[in-house]
Every structure is written in C-alpha cells, then in structure tokens.
C-alpha cells in the first residue's frame, strides 16, 4: 500500500467505516461470564477482546503459559463496546502538519532563509547558517552537505532574491530529506505454500514512553478507514495500562485485541497469539505493540529476537517500524541506533514533531539508519498521523 494513496479515504469513509464495522464485529464479553475454551481445550493465557466469535487461537507448549483464569478473558466496562468512530481522512492531515510547523515559532526553513536572503553572504554568515542547521538536529554530516551545496549554488548562480534563495533551499532541502526513498507501509495480506492467507504483520518497537501503543491505536484507525481488516496484539505486557489502552484505540473503530490480563506475561506469546488470530480471523493486518525496556543491547535482543523468532512461525514480518519521539534529538538517535542494530527496522515512526521546531531529526534519524521516515505523529488526537511526505514536509519548514 502507497501511503501516498489514503487519500481516497475521502471517497469511501462512510461505506467503508460501516464495512470495518460488519466484518470486525464486537463482541463484548461480560465480566463474570463463561469463558470461552480454546478450539481444542488446550490452555492460552492471552484472550481477545471486542473479536467476533470463532475459534481461539492456540499457542504452542513451547510458550510454557498457565491456563487462564476467567478474570483473562473479561473485557473491563469501561472499555466495552464504545460508538464506532470514523477515522478522519489523511488528506487534511497534510495541511495540519503545515499549520502546525508554521506555529511552532520559528521554523527551521524560515531561519535559514532570513539568513540566506541578505545581500552579501559572509563567512559569519554561513557559520549562522551551519549553526541554525546543528541546532535543529540536522546531524553534522546532512549539515556539512547543505552548506557546500548552496555555497556551491551562490558562487554558480548568484543568489538574486528572497524567492530564487526560497526555490534553491527548498531543493536542497528536499535533497536531504530524500524523496526517491519507498516511504508506502507492506501491510497487503499474503498467501502461505499451503494457500491459506498470511495477513501483514507489523511489529513496533521503540524506547517507552516514544509514543509506541499511540501509534499502534492511531495506525489501525489508518488501516481500518483504508477498508484493512485488523487485529491488535498488546505484547507489551510490561506496563500494566498499555494493553487496556491499546483496547480502547481498537474498540474505537471495532478492532479485535489480543491480550493478556496477567501482569508481566510472555509478549512472545501474546504477540503469537495475535498472529494466530489474524490468520483464523482472515485479517488483513496484525499490529503488534511492545514494550520499550531498555535496560541492555542483550536484553532488548533477547526479548524482540524471541518475539520476530515466535511471529515467523506463522508469518513473516512484514514491517519492523521504529517508534522515535522527535523532541529527544541526540538522546532519540542513540536510541535508534541500538533498535536499528537489534530490531531489523525497516520504518521510523517520528512523533511529537507537533512540539518541536527542531525537523532535522528526520534527516539525521534516516541518515542513522539507512531507513526512512514513513510516518509521523502530529499531536495526541486520534487522527494526529499522517503518512511522511517530503514535499509537503519541506514546503511546511519553508513557509513564513
Ligand atoms: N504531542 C504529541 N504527543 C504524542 C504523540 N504521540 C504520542 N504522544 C503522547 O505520548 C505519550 C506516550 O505515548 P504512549 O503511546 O503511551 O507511549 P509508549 O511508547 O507506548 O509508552 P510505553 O507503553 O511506556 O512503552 C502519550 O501521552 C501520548 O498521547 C504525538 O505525535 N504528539
């Protein structure tokens, strides 16, 4: 899927909201009720709530769970079968993120130009154009390459006005953010050597607090207004809330969550039970949240290598997209670099860019690691994330 391409949602949200609603279903089960027994009563210590019904999913003995009590199974009131909501188009999601740079002070594209737009550049005057560029967590190499760009533009071209030094930093801009980079989101559904259909299944990771189980809920609202059917796994089983919260986001637009109620349970498990369920379920997508521990390189690899290593049973990976909070700068790159070399990312996720002026972290994190930013976080509402656009990324850096 071209990310490019939601913008159709324009057309199908009221079909297509109605259409997540019949297929997805919710089922709500009642606190105190039966519970439902695994399709050949082996015990499973994750449960999936607000799924149709049909058989649960079983994990392997491996995975060495206890068998679950009722309390597992029991969708709490608070979070039970909520109005369904339809998800906004990501076509005025675009312009908000213009609106937003634009009111975050001073922008980085509007600095640079009032600097680039005096008469006769001097040598303190680059020097103010490097600093602007470092101060904005653009990375010293990305930096160093701008300068000797437009230097190189001026001595060529001579720069003769504020429009012409506009239409040479938005080039060169748009150079470094890239492009020609593949920026679309592999969550097509495939089908197994024995014919059966493998949904995509997408795995976030990232540091706490980065904005992980956000981004899960605000991707599946993306998805399910895309007409994907979808199916949550909470494999952050670390924090007590994250499964409960990543509930609420897929209730919200009649997502199934797969899930465990016992605090610190296995996130492999539950993450392969997620999968198992997206292919008895015939979903389109499965996304899984994790937690973001990270105590030590050995102990994220450990626990994400087991997570990829259980997932792989049943369907490869599609996507690996790196959570990383954009006001972190150099802290969040070092960060990145540690996921980047455990995780096999293949996406960065950059949220919170709504509070911060400082966009050059998304040439420094790509550069980082070799992949490119597909996504970013425009503010906590539901609807706050759009699909990265570079055009449109710059055009809002450069805007007065
Ligand atoms: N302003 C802003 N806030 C965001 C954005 N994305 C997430 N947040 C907020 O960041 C906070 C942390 O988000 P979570 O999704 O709980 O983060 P997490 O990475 O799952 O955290 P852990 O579960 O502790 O690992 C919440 O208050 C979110 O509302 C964004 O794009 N902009």
Do not use: C
């Not at 005025?92 to 213009?98: H, P, Q, S, T």
């Not at 492009?179 to 592999?186: F, G, H, I, K, N």
């Not at 993450?271 to 994220?300: C, E, H, I, P, S």
């Amino acid at each position: 899927m071209d990310l490019n391409d939601f913008l159709p949602y324009l057309i199908g949200i009221p079909v297509l909201a109605a259409g997540a609603a019949a297929a997805v279903g919710v089922r709500r089960r009642r606190p105190g009720g039966p519970t439902p027994p695994p399709a050949d009563g082996a015990p499973s210590g994750t449960a999936v709530a607000d799924r149709p019904s049909g058989p649960s999913p079983v994990a392997p003995d491996v995975l060495d769970r206890p068998a679950p009590g009722v309390d597992d199974l029991v969708v709490p009131e608070d979070l039970a079968a909520p109005a369904l909501e339809t998800p906004e188009p990501t076509a005025g999601r675009l312009r908000r993120l213009r609106e937003r740079l634009a009111r975050s002070g001073s922008p980085l594209g509007t600095r640079l130009l009032g600097v680039l737009s005096r008469d006769h550049l001097t040598e303190d005057d680059w020097d103010e154009l490097e600093e602007t560029l470092l101060l904005a967590d653009v990375g010293a190499g990305p930096t160093d390459e701008l300068i000797a760009a437009l230097r190189t533009r001026v001595r060529v071209d001579g720069l003769r006005d504020g429009e012409q030094a506009r239409a040479v930093l938005r080039e060169q801009l748009l150079a470094l953010v890239d492009p020609s980079l593949d920026r679309s989101l592999a969550t097509t559904p495939t089908t197994g050597e024995d014919g059966t259909r493998v949904p995509a299944v997408v795995l976030v990771v990232g540091v706490n607090g980065t904005g992980k189980t956000t981004t899960v809920g605000k991707l599946a609202r993306v998805l399910v207004a895309d007409g994907s059917s979808v199916v949550l796994g909470a494999a952050d089983t670390f924090r007590a809330a994250a499964a409960d919260q990543l509930q609420t986001w897929g209730s919200r637009v009649g997502v199934p969550t797969v899930r465990s109620d016992r605090d610190g349970a296995d996130p492999a498990a539950v993450a392969f039970d997620a999968v198992r369920t997206g292919v008895a379920d015939g979903a389109d997508v499965v996304l899984v949240d994790t937690a973001g521990r990270l105590q030590n390189k050995a102990g994220l690899m450990d626990e994400l290598g087991k997570i990829t290593r259980v997932i792989t049973r049943t369907a490869p990976l599609s996507e690996v997209l790196l959570v990383l909070d954009a006001t972190t700068g150099q802290n969040g790159l070092n960060q990145a670099r540690v996921f980047g070399e455990v995780a096999g990312v293949t996406g960065i996720v950059l949220t919170k860019l709504d509070g911060t002026a400082k966009g050059g972290i998304v040439v420094a994190v790509q550069r980082e690691l070799g992949v490119p930013v597909k996504l970013i976080g425009l503010g906590e509402g539901p609807d706050d994330l759009a699909p990265f656009d570079p055009e449109a990324f710059v055009d809002g850096l450069l805007q007065a």
